[in-house]
């Protein structure tokens, strides 16, 4: 199995701040940049990985590049052990949920997503450039009256940024429904 660690490469971001500008950089990072960059560079090795027992490993060696990245900014004020992974279907398609401890700041996230949407099964090893997959995220934030509400968004392989609104809930069932309506427009 192939290895998630080598194809990070740590990008520095300017996340914009909650109201009370308390924002963990480390999950911010991890979840927007380093999972997203992961996931896209070889989806199918990410969704193996994260579904698989070497979950844990895997997530502390991509933890430790980015805590490197943002330890101008203080401890994570979480760890890895924190974060949970889920393998779903989702209208029929594999998705890797990766699980973040809770956001506590904007643009922090509940969960982020990775769906694949080729068909791998009729290929043994499959090219993965050829695969396509999109990457979703649920993010804390906060409606007009500072109020938070999650925000259901999706980074593209060439790193945009969608946003497709609120949602009335921060569950795992509100997001992957949502992304399954996404994928049925």
């Not at 924002?23 to 560079?41: C, G």
């Not at 497709?164 to 569950?171: D, E, K, Q």
Request: aromatic content about 10%.
């Amino acid at each position: 199995m192939k290895s998630l660690f080598p194809f990070f490469k740590a990008q520095g971001s300017q996340p914009q701040l909650s109201p009370d500008n308390q924002i963990r950089y480390h999950h911010y990072e991890l979840a927007h940049r380093a999972l997203s960059e992961v996931a896209f560079h070889d989806p199918l090795a990410y969704l193996s990985t994260l579904a698989s027992d070497q979950a844990p490993q895997a997530l502390g060696r991509i933890f430790a590049v980015v805590e490197a990245q943002c330890a101008e900014h203080g401890p994570a004020g979480f760890q890895p052990s924190e974060i949970a992974t889920h393998f779903i279907h989702v209208e029929g398609r594999p998705c890797l949920v990766v699980e973040m401890p809770k956001p506590l700041a904007s643009p922090e996230v509940y969960y982020t997503a990775l769906i694949v949407l080729s068909n791998t099964e009729s290929e043994e090893d499959p090219d993965p450039e050829a695969i396509e997959a999109r990457y979703f995220t649920l993010v804390l934030g906060f409606d007009e009256g500072g109020r938070p509400e999650p925000i259901f968004a999706e980074w593209t392989a060439d790193g945009q940024h969608l946003n497709y609104g609120p949602l009335s809930s921060a569950t795992l069932e509100a997001f992957s429904q949502h992304i399954a309506q996404l994928l049925e427009t």
